[in-house]
């Protein structure tokens, strides 16, 4: 017997997996979507279709990836379902890449599908309530387009997701109960914390400081002039990388050796 | 085979719940675990399950290392909990999704334990009773046919017809390869179902041996007076005298009352130990 990986057994957990809580799967995946068609449909209202697009992008993809993160190891708030969910006969590759399947890659192709569907009719109906008449009438139709999924901000929005939903995969297998809040207070601290320190550090050093990020920029004003200090483009450049992939994918694998290291 | 040698456990490291705890049971029993509240019965058994990790010493399961869990060892072992869960699925869903993963799960047996068990197909399993959910996965864990079973507290929740029938449905079903481990501390629950008592207390085993060795050296009576002596272990007063834990000096014959035994044994650890040495 393959104790690493059989995909006759993985496809079984998976399908477990997706059919042991449907009503909180699927229901929470709905839940989501209604959510980023509430919110598309209030910002196109109220601030415009660009903000509007924006905003439910983020908020379905990033919110809602970080949602379904710490959904799929949701299992150790009781003792009894932890207990199941560890002793069921499936490795742990197998059982992480099942939540890494749900969480990283069925949930963000089923927003993408829904997104586009969504942003596709808001948009067919706002071209379609246009006069053609109207002089304007091409400068109105060509001003809305369809999100782009390959732009450079949209891949920021991926980047982010990947970090958080890594994040709060990784806060679930620590946190036994409202994980999702306690990694969500994790990351923040952390965050804050981060900033914190490198503003504390950039102050020691030059004390007239007007604003300070790691790895990024320190902003100094000396009487009426701000001047901003910046790492070379080469290390600036390591950091964003590492903070766009190497982090998340070092967030993502320590999942897995927490998973196999779960005592419960 | 399980065997564990010189197993050190705790939740916190300066505070040892097992400190060099070594046991080795062949396969072939039906085990009964009996400890105090917090005695760390649970505990032991999570050791065996790989739910928790020694923090010193080894443990070996049908030659798996449990902490390791691989699927080859999980199919081999099934752990009921004292709290047990079920998903808001039916008796046919939860057999199709789970049943899979136990190679020797049979369905028809299944049906037949639950039948026994008075668990009826009321749809969503979360809509039952504690009672009945509990029931249902006892059946199911039987039907897995895994080597070990373990039952952590399982007649917490039945109630008394419920007990007499898993008490039956237990002795029905063992056969010589399984062992199946019943931790509790409702003692009269195990009468005439077990064949050998491990005790635990304090962190370390107090007794570890089967019904016919304690018969054979420890007897169990009633008697109107009886008088202090070093061969008497433990007494209790009743209404028609005196119920005596005793050293089995003479060979008698006598039942072994295991709320007795479990008293006798927690009162004079020392004693039981030379007794049983």
């Known amino acids: 017997m393959n104790d690493i990986f059989s995909l006759k057994r993985f496809l079984l957990f998976l399908k477990k997996t997706l059919l042991e809580r449907p009503v909180q799967m699927f229901g929470f995946t709905v839940l989501i979507f209604v959510s980023v068609l509430i919110l598309y449909a209030f910002c196109k209202t109220f601030i415009g279709f660009g903000p509007a697009q924006n905003i439910s992008f983020i908020w379905g993809f990033a919110g809602g990836g970080c949602f379904m993160a710490s959904f799929v190891f949701a299992y150790f708030s009781t003792n009894a379902s932890g207990l199941s969910y560890l002793t069921l006969p499936a490795s742990h590759l197998e059982k992480w890449l099942c939540g890494i399947l749900i969480a990283g890659i069925l949930y963000p192709l089923a927003f993408l599908v829904f997104f586009r569907l969504m942003d596709a009719s808001f948009i067919s109906a706002y071209r379609s309530s246009l006069n053609p008449r109207d002089p304007l009438y091409k400068t109105q139709y060509a001003s809305i387009f369809v999100f782009p999924f390959d732009g450079r901000n949209t891949w920021k929005v991926y980047s982010l997701s990947f970090f958080l939903s890594g994040s709060m995969l990784l806060g679930s297998l620590y946190f036994n109960k409202v994980g999702f809040i306690k990694s969500a207070l994790t990351v923040c601290l952390i965050c804050i914390g981060g900033f914190g320190l490198n503003w504390l550090i950039a102050v020691l050093f030059f004390g007239n400081i007007n604003d300070a990020a790691p790895f990024d920029h320190v902003t100094i004003q000396i009487g009426n002039e701000v001047g901003s200090i910046e790492p070379p483009k080469q290390w600036a450049s390591i950091f964003s990388y590492s903070l766009a992939y190497v982090i998340p994918i070092l967030i993502w694998g320590l999942s897995f050796i927490r998973l196999r290291e779960k005592e419960f | ?277």
């Open chain 2, 1 to 277: 085979m399980i065997q564990i040698k010189n197993l050190s456990f705790g939740y916190r490291k300066k505070k040892l719940l097992y400190n060099s705890l070594s046991l080795n049971l062949a396969p072939g029993s039906i085990i009964g675990l009996l400890g105090k509240n917090g005695a760390g019965k649970s505990t032991l058994l999570k050791n065996m399950t790989g739910l928790l990790f020694p923090k010193k010493g080894h443990i070996s399961v049908n030659g798996f290392i449990p902490k390791k869990r691989q699927p080859s060892f999980l199919k081999t072992i099934y752990m009921v909990p004292e709290e047990v869960h079920v998903p808001g699925l039916t008796i046919k869903r939860y057999q199709s999704l789970f049943s899979p993963f136990y190679p020797n799960f049979d369905k028809d047996q299944f049906i037949a334990y639950l039948d026994q068990l008075d668990v009826r197909d009321q749809g969503s399993l979360n809509t039952f009773s504690f009672g009945q959910q509990k029931k249902f996965i006892i059946a199911f864990a039987l039907a897995c046919n895994t080597e070990i079973l373990l039952l952590d507290e399982p007649t917490n929740g039945l109630d008394i017809p419920s007990k007499a029938k898993f008490r039956k449905l237990i002795s029905s079903i063992f056969d010589q390869g399984k062992t199946i481990f019943i931790s509790t501390h409702q003692i009269r629950d195990l009468d005439n179902l077990i064949d050998r008592v491990i005790i635990v207390d304090n962190g370390e085993i107090l007794l570890n041996a089967s019904i016919t060795e304690i018969s054979e050296k420890l007897c169990f009576k009633t008697a109107g007076q009886f008088s202090t002596d070093e061969n008497i272990l433990y007494a209790e007063q009743h209404l028609k005298g005196f119920s005596i834990v005793g050293v089995n000096k003479d060979r008698e014959d006598s039942k072994v009352n295991l709320e007795h035994l479990f008293n006798a044994i927690t009162e004079n650890p020392i004693k039981v130990k030379e007794i049983f040495a």
